[in-house]
């Protein structure tokens, strides 16, 4: 780029060093805060110490500790500002910081993966931005510029992708509609009301997963709930509910129903605080979202970073007729060093058949088939193989211990496997696969499931593993490694699974688009 | 199986892959790994076979309960069918195990009865890693593991390579994947 270029786009591309916004003094002073409350009780320690140690002096620790805390944070808020300079050139960012230790990072323009534009409450009423650039590494090098004017973010960002999309042409079309891009607001292809929100606190997982960490929760307290009622903790209940025992009962299950509720409630305020105002658009080959209630974050994901895309559609999504996306990206771990990192999570909540179909279609354009894919069935071989050695052998074993221990009651545990066969074989219904030489799809789940779509050039590794057992009826599990996640198919017929095999290296042979 | 020896062209000129004509993994030709690899895991199991005997049978000399209640042959017996199960097992092993080279990917199978089958193309190799371990080198062996951007671990493993061709080998899949970038 050159700089009248730049300067026209009114970018810092001088020499000079760049500060960013004073207002920044209090992100600065948020993270510390936030790396006080991450680095735990040992930081704490002394505070807590001093506070036992006072005895009846204890108010005069807190008047003299909280504002002298809060001082600290302020100065380590207004020295991290003071030390924290930036400026673009060369085609990369140059970032200097820290205060103890001074830090200085390059980031090319070409190495950054994603640009985020986070929008803190704090920040709102001087119309600044947080501008999160994501590199393709490690979550060490990423470069987070708080308190920039939202013009200046938008046009880093536009500039950033433009050159990224340059160099080795390797995505001509992106440059192209790049250079086209109108700067004014795009279409959104999803604009999520509450409604949607609602629906999505209700289906996603979470709730179910609390809700199942609160039932085993419960029926541990189930044992001492006895003991509670007998030794008259339990009166107010009883005086309240009565003493019958159809009473109690009803009790306990109108306090599970409540407890659910609130769970739900929760799990739906959650929502809407993530995802308030979501708006999803695709421009130039890139999904651009935006979302928050609190924080707005403007996160921008180029197609060719998606690895794989997962609908999810947990029981109650299927109930109210929505599926969840997940994009998945390159799942590099993150170190869990920066508080402020953006989530690599691309989630795109509660979406409709219709627009399944349409974001199917953006993400790969040549599979056509969305509505004509027919899922294969794996063999049944996988009920009888999971309930023999994952199920019943493990049994029998449990079983001969405890009635060894207990007598003949222990042989209770074999009923184990005749209460399980239902679940397996939903699992086994479940899973499906599908593939049209390119692409891959593969079902699994239980009640709900989750369907991966995958496109077979950005596989990284196949595997194809036989069990004796499979080897005598020609079965076999494939398990297909991607950037970040990996998939399996088990008990697939051996054919079927050696077709895929030599598709995907196929495909990864030929197919010259990059992966990443 | 052909013969370990990396050398020339014969494992590399493997133009099977031609546009529209699928070559299968059903007919890879695997290479054997070095002979030296079935004798380092004997020698291993034959070393700590020896050693456990060693001390049972002093255990067994120092213990005054033990001469009363069975003879010093029983464990010795007990011990000695366990290892000859696990030879039997690693004989077969290593000769379960092999790779193939083609022009694009490595195929590494392993397994004697749950037998996988692992291909890795050669333009998601992220890094490499030639590794001697002092038993390794006492044998002239090498392992190499190749890296991807799949996981943390490495994705693929192959052990057993005699010291150069595991070298050859990895300047191989290097030279080919940097060939395939450049293609981009």
């Not at chain 1, 995907?504 to 990059?514: E, G, H, M, S």
């Not at chain 2, 069918?81 to 083609?102: K, P």
Request: aromatic share 8%.
């Amino acid at each position: 780029m050159t700089s009248e270029q730049g300067a026209q786009d009114g970018l810092p591309l001088d020499d000079a060093w760049h500060r960013v916004s004073p207002a920044s003094i209090i992100y600065f002073a948020v993270q510390f805060l936030g790396h006080i409350a991450k680095g735990g009780w040992q930081t704490m320690a002394p505070l807590a110490g001093a506070l036992v140690a006072a005895g009846e002096k204890r108010w005069m620790v807190l008047a003299f500790g909280v504002p002298g805390l809060l001082l600290v944070i302020g100065i380590a808020g207004l020295l991290s500002y003071l030390h924290f300079r930036f400026r673009m050139n060369g085609g990369a960012f140059l970032i200097q910081k820290g205060v103890i230790q001074r830090k200085r990072l390059t980031l090319a323009y070409e190495r950054i993966q994603n640009v985020v534009i986070n929008e803190p409450i704090y920040f709102r009423p001087f119309g600044l931005v947080a501008l999160g650039l994501e590199s393709a590494g490690s979550s060490a090098e990423e470069v987070s510029l708080a308190g920039i004017p939202r013009r200046l973010a938008e046009d880093i960002r536009r500039v950033v992708l433009l050159e990224r999309a340059k160099p080795g042409a390797a995505q001509p079309e992106a440059a192209a509609s790049s250079d086209e891009a109108p700067t004014g607001p795009v279409v959104p292809i999803l604009h999520q009301g509450i409604g949607e929100l609602v629906r999505y606190g209700l289906s996603n997982n979470n709730v179910w997963v609390f809700a199942g960490l609160a039932a085993a929760a419960l029926s541990q307290a189930e044992d001492q709930l006895g003991n509670i009622i007998d030794s008259g903790i339990g009166d107010q209940v009883t005086d309240m509910v009565g003493t019958g025992t159809a009473a109690l009962v009803l009790f306990g299950f109108l306090s599970v129903a409540g407890l659910l509720l609130l769970l739900m409630l929760a799990s739906i305020a959650g929502a809407i605080i993530a995802y308030y105002d979501y708006k999803l658009s695709h421009e130039g080959k890139r999904f651009l979202r935006s979302k928050g209630l609190f924080e707005r974050s403007e996160t921008s994901l180029p197609d060719s970073k998606i690895q794989s895309l997962l609908v999810d559609r947990p029981w109650p999504a299927i109930l109210l007729n929505r599926s969840h996306l997940v994009f998945r990206q390159v799942g590099f771990q993150s170190t869990g060093q920066d508080a402020a990192a953006p989530s690599k999570k691309f989630i795109v909540p509660s979406v409709t058949d219709t627009k399944l179909r349409e974001l199917v279609g953006l993400l790969t354009p040549e599979l056509q088939a969305w509505d004509n894919i027919r899922l294969k069935a794996i063999s049944r071989r996988f009920i009888s193989r999971v309930l023999t050695y994952n199920i019943a052998m493990p049994a029998t074993l449990a079983a001969i211990g405890t009635s060894i221990g207990l007598g003949p009651i222990g042989l209770v545990i074999l009923l184990v496997p005749l209460l399980m066969s239902p679940f397996v074989y939903l699992r086994w219904r479940q899973y499906g696969y599908w593939s049209d030489g390119k692409h891959g799809v593969v079902r699994k789940g239980l009640v709900g499931h989750s369907l991966r779509l995958f496109a077979f050039h950005k596989v990284q590794t196949v595997t194809l593993h036989q069990s004796p057992g499979q080897r005598r009826h020609d079965l076999a599990t494939l398990t297909i490694e991607l950037a970040g996640n990996s998939i399996t198919v088990p008990y697939m017929p051996l054919d079927e699974a050696r077709a895929w095999h030599d598709e995907i290296l196929k495909a990864v042979a030929t197919d010259r688009r990059a992966w990443m | 199986m052909t013969d370990t020896n990396l050398g020339a062209s014969a494992g590399y000129d493997n133009a099977r892959v031609a546009p529209g004509d699928l070559p299968t993994i059903a007919a890879l030709d695997f290479t054997d790994l070095a002979p030296g690899y079935g004798r380092m895991l004997m020698a291993l199991c034959g070393a700590v076979y020896v050693t456990v005997s060693v001390i049972v049978t002093i255990l067994y000399h120092l213990s005054d309960d033990a001469h009363g209640q069975f003879p010093l042959y029983a464990p010795l017996l007990g011990l000695f069918v366990i290892f000859a199960d696990v030879f039997v097992y690693l004989h077969f092993h290593h000769r379960a195990c092999g790779y193939a080279l083609r022009e694009r990917d490595l195929h590494y199978k392993h397994g004697v009865l749950w037998q996988a089958l692992v291909s890795l193309p050669f333009t998601r190799v992220q890094h490499v890693e030639v590794e001697r371990g002092p038993i390794e080198r006492l044998f002239g062996l090498a392992t190499l593991k190749f890296f991807t951007a799949g996981g943390g671990s490495a994705d693929m493993k192959i052990p057993g390579l005699l010291s150069a061709d595991a070298t050859k080998l990895r300047n191989f899949v290097l030279q080919q994947a940097g060939a395939d970038d450049d293609d981009v």
